[in-house]
């Protein structure tokens, strides 16, 4: 049986994805800051396989051993997908409350490479990380400098990463624009009902975390639909 990490998997992508990876041959190990959520999530999730569930925020480095502990010797699957946006709506750099942008940098570019380092021993040649990132890495959208230059700096983490560890898949994935609470928070007030809903992007994360692609930067629905054309 193989074991997969997951973080933020109450809701949206994360869910998403442990929905399509929940099954009697794989355990997950699941987290989310909202207890109450994250066990409903737990609840469904456990009719399909063995699930894990612990409340906790991934900035804690108490609750990042534990997830580590849970899975046991052998992690096959890490995806950092637990990340805030910071505040809403988003302020310009220029009036950016440091603090704010501290924690921002602590749950996206920290804690995920925190969890990396404790996973790496538990981890075979093969197996794969994925980190969830954004168009917002890459892109100089106005509003986005806090949560777009946290994504920028895990990216080229992922990046080092797959040359020091060439035996492991690092896999980087911008999933797009999806219909989430947290990108509702990105737009307060606008109706985002045109974006498609998270369950979009899962089959191309699936055909990256079943395949061979090498490690590198990928957009999920692209590779969906490379795969199935």
Not at 8 to 25: E, H, I, K, Q
Not at 64 to 82: H, M, Q, S, T
Request: proline share 8%.
């Amino acid at each position: 049986m193989s074991t997969a990490i997951i973080t933020g998997a109450s809701r949206g992508l994360g869910l998403a994805l442990a929905r399509a990876l929940a099954g009697p041959d794989r355990r997950l190990i699941i987290d989310a800051r909202g207890a109450a959520e994250l066990e409903r999530a737990a609840r469904e999730l456990g009719r399909q396989g063995d699930v894990v569930a612990l409340a906790g925020d991934v900035a804690d480095p108490a609750h990042r051993r534990a997830l580590v502990a849970a899975a046991g010797d052998r992690v096959d699957l890490l995806v950092n997908n637990a990340s805030v946006l910071g505040p809403s709506p988003q302020p310009s750099l220029a009036g950016y409350p440091l603090d704010e942008l501290q924690r921002v940098m602590r749950v996206n570019v920290l804690a995920p490479l925190a969890l990396i380092q404790l996973a790496l021993p538990r981890m075979a040649p093969g197996a794969a990380i994925v980190n969830v990132t954004s168009d917002a890495a890459v892109e100089p959208y106005p509003g986005w400098g806090g949560y777009g230059s946290a994504k920028a700096a895990l990216e080229q983490l992922g990046a080092v990463l797959a040359a020091e560890h060439p035996q492991l898949r690092i896999l980087t994935v911008d999933p797009g624009d999806m219909r989430t609470r947290m990108h509702q928070e990105a737009f307060p007030g606008e109706d985002i009902s045109d974006r498609p809903p998270p369950e979009a992007s899962v089959p191309g994360l699936l055909a990256l975390i079943g395949g061979t692609q090498p490690s590198g930067r990928y957009v999920a629905r692209d590779v969906a639909v490379t795969v199935t054309a």
